[in-house]
């Protein structure tokens, strides 16, 4: 449009057209080179930034109408302003990238300074958007090396997974068992196998997803009762309340609490440990509550979080970034661990 006149015979009368069109250009440019920025450099007020910005534009068309050449002028001076608070606020939070947007913005605004403004418009917003660029390049890399990590994550947690069911002194206390059973009791040694079977089948089937309905959680975890009930000759009960089953978990987190109780625990009179998982809905988070009701072993006390809470840790980071608490203590009659998916 600013060039526009060296192509296309314009009537003089007509030529408030073209200088209104380059206005509102130059109008929308104030506000969305700012708006990058604060995009770019997370800046905490953009919104109220760029009410600010919005009104300002606003003000000095309505007080300068019909002035195009100031009008522009104007609003490249309330763009790069802005641009500069973002900036400086992006370099103070050691944001990539502070530094060269501050230096194209301080070379934008020199070459407005000291260039004509026919041809210092389009050489500052050259090197606005060459820095822009370079911003988006690191960004993008970024994002990549957050990408690879993510995956690298997933691959270690799917192997973490596996690893809970083949640790070595698991299959060789598991088989143990299991030729006891078959020697006393076939029948009972065919229902253990079967058991096995089938918590290998689900654990193989779950661990390569990043979420599993929770319906499959709650088969692992009854599987892995009927397995350990086998091993220890212990009467394990497992109790659920208010369960919704469309809900998707990370898997094997409540299988870990489990494992947990399984371990750390003492049957009460009876020879009886029960496990009762609780779910509840508000307006802030999905909550699971995995209660363990029975005799606490000493070395509970100590337990600040082994490695099976770190896997639950880790899981949650995975799916849910920092939308998520995990909290797990004592109690009078056992340990209670409780699971918050925080909703965004």
Known sequence: MEYLKFHVVIPYSEFFIRLEIIGW?????????????????????????????????????????????????????????????????????????????LAALLASALVNKFVVYDFGLFISFTIIVLSMLYLHSIRTSVIEAEHQNAVLLSSRLQLELLKKNIQPHFLRNTLTSMMDWVEESPKEGARFIQALASEFDIMNEISEQKLIPITKELELCRQHLSVMGFRKEINYIWEQKGIDETQMIPPAIIHTLLENGITHSEPLSGNTIQFVLRYSLSEDAHQYTFETIAKNRQIMTDRAGGNGFKYIKARLSESYGQNWKFESGSTENGWVSTIQILRS
């Open 25 to 101: 250009l130059t109008f929308a440019n104030a506000l969305l080179v700012p708006w990058y920025f604060i995009i770019q450099f997370n800046f905490r007020k953009g919104k109220w930034l760029m009410s600010a910005l919005l009104l300002t534009l606003l003000v000095l068309y309505w007080f300068n109408y019909g002035h195009y050449d100031l009008t522009a002028r104007l609003y490249s001076l309330a763009m790069l302003i802005a641009a500069f608070i973002v900036v400086l606020k992006g370099i103070a939070q050691k944001e990539k990238g502070g530094f060269i947007a």
